[in-house]
T-cell receptor, first 114, second 115 residues
Framework: AQKITQTQPGMFVQEKEAVTLDCTYDTSDQSYGLFWYKQPSSGEMIFLIYQGSYDEQNATEGRYSLNFQKARKSANLVISASQLGDSAMYFC???????????FGAGTRLAVHP | DAGITQSPRHKVTETGTPVTLRCHQT?????MYWYRQDPGHGLRLIHY???????DKGEVSDGYSVSRSKTEDFLLTLESATSSQTSVYFCAISVSSSGRAAEQFFGPGTRLTVL
């Protein structure tokens, strides 16, 4: 069975500090990489970053980067210099059963404190 | 902006009534999806479509049906709504890129309450 685990239901961080959100996956096909999405309180789902399984470098997008450890089946999201607007739910998602379907973790709620 | 709209955005209905949610996209993407979001579960796939009249079940398809008669529209129907179907429903499309998994873009969501 495909399983995505986000072990931190809630996290908080001080503004301007870095924070790491954990994600581990256990999927039968690990060829397709991993996504992270953000869901602010307004409710929309926003794509943040993608890591390909065979990418040699960890993915980065602005203040977001991935700590991808393939042997441990983990892809943790690192947010540097946290901002108040980073307060949101964060979901990791992995493709399964082919190229075009995703399975999501339960999410981590991040609160950024001033 | 992936040009995805959902209607209605909010709905309150009674147990046993039929409900249809509509997802509309403007960019002719082949793949479309319906998810539900519940606390503690993230997003779970209900049904998906890989073309006009081509649909398949996801992990939580019981009690739901879908139809896709046009590329741009994907309908989700609850034949007889139950309180357990109270949820937020998201529609998504996927955009393939060469050499990587398809990224999904989401509509704004529909909040459905079944009393």
């Amino acid at each position: 069975a495909q399983k995505i685990t986000q072990t931190q239901p809630g996290m908080f961080v001080q503004e301007k500090e870095a924070v790491t959100l954990d994600c581990t996956y256990d999927t039968s096909d690990q060829s397709y990489g991993l996504f992270w999405y953000k869901q602010p309180s307004s409710g929309e789902m926003i794509f943040l970053i993608y890591q390909g399984s065979y990418d040699e470098q960890n993915a980065t997008e602005g203040r977001y980067s991935l700590n991808f450890q393939k042997a441990r089946k983990s892809a943790n999201l690192v947010i540097s210099a946290s901002q108040l607007g980073d307060s949101a739910m964060y979901f990791c998602a992995v493709p399964f059963s082919g190229y075009n379907k995703l399975i999501f973790g339960a999410g981590t709620r991040l609160a950024v404190h001033p | 902006d992936a040009g995805i709209t959902q209607s209605p955005r909010h709905k309150v209905t009674e147990t046993g009534t039929p409900v249809t949610l509509r997802c509309h996209q403007t960019e002719n993407h082949r793949y479309m999806y319906w998810y539900r979001q519940d606390p503690g579960h993230g997003l779970r796939l209900i049904h998906y479509s890989y073309g006009v009249k081509d649909t398949d079940k996801g992990e939580v398809s019981d009690g739901y049906s879908v139809s896709r008669s046009k590329t741009e529209d994907f309908l989700l129907t609850l034949e007889s709504a139950t309180s357990s179907q109270t949820s937020v429903y998201f529609c998504a499309i996927s955009v393939s890129s060469s050499g990587r998994a398809a990224e999904q873009f989401f509509g704004p969501g529909t909040r459905l309450t079944v009393l």
